[in-house]
């Protein structure tokens, strides 16, 4: 791989060959041309109500939506910048006490609405592993620079750490009228706009602090072979970029570094021989085969008066989550840093995983041809988040201004994409695997809600069998797991395999049967809420060659937590 073009700038007509052509799967015709306007795509709406502008504007667009003031909350809307002297202390997730830390921003009354300025030159993101020496001393000069900020610039270090702790730990308040129902940006499609932004003006901080508007973070591949182990650039003890609360035993010092575990678990880690194929099958399963609808993807629809956690979307609770949970360090109380949101972005290694994560963003945009790549609702376009700028000024951003990383003024260095031929293959005909099991049926009134602390296998009807191409690609099969109750203040993790009978079906890693799996960085739950996942079964039934079978045998196989684990019901819908 040639050097960076550090120095330089790489025109945007150039931009579209930095990605590899599309998968096959996911190329024209569309599933679906048109979204609805509660942007989810989705049938079963989150709220399970009428979204009554849409209403309005079906008849004949007379009202401007905006202007019309309903009752109650019925008319939803977005989530607005949050009220700074709101905010309060927050809550350490894992110890279940109040914060030693206050996360709360220096205060300022002057926020100004951002514009994104003219992207007339733009910052190409290293991939960590290929990053040069010069690229290097520039980032650990500028993150000196940051952390020697005095400690009450919005712009400095443990400012910007803080950040992360104030919209991850219920420090602010929604918006809503309810005040104890906090602001809660993961688990949901705030998810990727949000991050995007946190990563902007920390990106644009270093940049002005060695004074080289070229300067773009690097990102952690880890998503390619080459560039899973720990970018070392993060490990040299006398650099800035260094910190010691990580697990030690999956740092990059010896010959064959570690590589990471995209389906980690802290009580049975995948063989090290297996990581590889397995990293790459959970990619395929997070980008194509489980991410074809907006709202897998991206997370469930979250705004305003909606509680946390609706249901995170595919990469933030796969391997995104699996970053988190395999660097942080197992001996320091709660997973430090990175292994717990409030301290995550004390750890520089954060802004270079969010990095890769923001990428595959990006990258999954590009896949999809001519389907929608973002929600056209407006309550995701226009929720809106505070954050200080490389100049410390206070900026209200929105979620529309993030859906083209070009127009933010970045891009990515060119790598290869190497999941992406990766669809499954099944390892026997599956046929009948279901007609025979002994299983009881998802319906059955005993099974739900159901403890995970042992694998559990159900039967579960397939309303439509035999569907055409045609309405293959109209409607995505999706298998819905629905009613999660975590604990929500330790690490767990869950699979879903389909047809699979083998008493651990979570030793199998490249197979077809793999269906997805659920896996979260603590945190914790305001009321009783509950979560769902929704992972795609159409291509994977294709794959078991059982489009015709009326139901499908589906284990959900604990892997860390099962006992703080239960499970609310599952189901098949069509979307
Ligand atoms: Cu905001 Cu990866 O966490």
Redesign the pocket.
């Known amino acids: 791989m040639a050097s960076l073009p550090l120095s330089s700038t790489v025109a945007i007509s150039n931009i579209s060959s930095l990605f590899r052509p599309h998968q096959p799967r996911l190329s024209p015709p569309p599933r679906r041309l048109t979204i609805s306007c509660n942007g989810t795509n989705s049938a079963e709406s989150q709220h399970g109500k009428v979204d009554r502008r849409n209403l309005l504007l079906g008849m004949g667009g007379l009202y401007g939506a905006t202007n019309i003031i309903l009752p109650g909350d019925a008319l939803a809307s977005p989530i607005p910048a949050p009220d700074l002297a709101k905010c309060t202390r927050g809550t350490n997730l894992n110890l279940r006490q109040p914060l030693d830390v206050d996360c709360c921003p220096p205060f300022s009354e002057n926020a100004v609405d951002y514009k994104l300025p003219a992207a007339t030159e733009i910052r190409v993101r290293p991939a960590a592993h290929l990053a040069d020496k010069d690229f290097i001393a520039k980032y650990e000069k500028a993150t000196e620079l940051m952390k020697a900020l005095p400690a009450d610039d919005p712009r400095n270090f443990m400012q910007q750490a803080n950040v992360?702790c104030a919209?991850?730990n219920l420090t602010y308040d929604q918006g809503g009228a309810d005040p104890s129902n906090k602001l809660q940006?993961?688990f949901s499609w705030l998810?990727f706009p949000?991050?995007r932004w946190y990563l902007y003006f920390y990106e644009r901080i270093l940049a002005k602090l060695i004074d080289d508007p070229t300067f773009a973070l690097p990102y952690w591949n880890w998503d390619n072979p080459k560039g899973m182990a720990m970018p070392s650039m993060f490990v040299k003890e006398n650099s800035s970029l260094f910190n010691p609360r990580r697990n030690q035993a999956h740092l990059p010092l010896v010959n064959l570094p570690p590589l990471a575990d995209l389906r980690f678990s802290k009580k049975s880690s995948t063989a090290p021989d297996k990581i590889v194929p397995s990293n790459l099958t959970e990619m395929y399963s997070e980008m194509v085969r489980s991410a074809v609808n907006l709202e897998d993807f991206y997370g469930a629809k979250y705004d305003l008066g909606a509680k946390p956690d609706p249901g995170a979307g595919t990469v933030e609770r796969g391997s995104?989550?699996a970053i988190?949970a395999w660097v942080g360090d197992p001996n320091s109380p709660a997973g430090e840093d990175m292994g717990n949101?409030y301290s995550?972005g004390r750890d520089p290694l954060?802004f270079c995983?969010?990095a890769n994560?923001d990428r595959m963003w990006s990258v999954w945009r590009d896949l999809r041809g001519s389907k929608p790549k973002e929600f056209s609702d407006p309550d995701w376009l226009d929720t809106s988040f505070l954050f200080y700028d490389e100049n410390a000024q206070l900026v209200r951003v929105k979620v529309r201004d993030t859906v083209e990383n070009l127009k933010m003024g970045y891009t990515f260095q060119k790598v290869e994409i190497p999941w992406l031929n990766k669809r499954p293959k099944a390892r026997v005909r599956k046929s009948k695997v279901a007609a025979m099991s002994s299983a009881p049926k998802a319906t059955d009134t005993s099974v739900f809600p159901v403890k995970l602390d042992k694998v559990v296998r159900v039967l579960v009807d397939r309303p439509k069998r035999k569907r055409s191409k045609n309405e293959k690609e109209k409607e995505e099969e999706l298998l819905v797991i629905e009613g999660i109750e975590v604990d929500t203040s330790e690490f767990v993790r869950f699979e879903v395999f389909v047809n699979d009978e083998d008493d651990d079906p979570s030793d199998v890693i490249d197979l077809a049967e793999y269906a997805g799996g659920y896996s979260q960085?603590p945190h914790k739950n305001a009321g009783n809420v509950k979560s769902k996942i929704r992972v795609g079964l159409t291509e994977l039934l294709e794959d078991l060659d059982v489009e015709d079978d009326d139901k499908i045998l589906v284990s959900l196989v604990p892997r860390d937590g099962g006992e703080d684990i239960t499970i609310g019901g599952v189901k098949i819908i069509y979307v």
């Open positions: 992360h919209y991850c940006i993961h998810f949000w991050h995104h989550t988190h949101f995550t954060f995983h969010h994560v960085v």
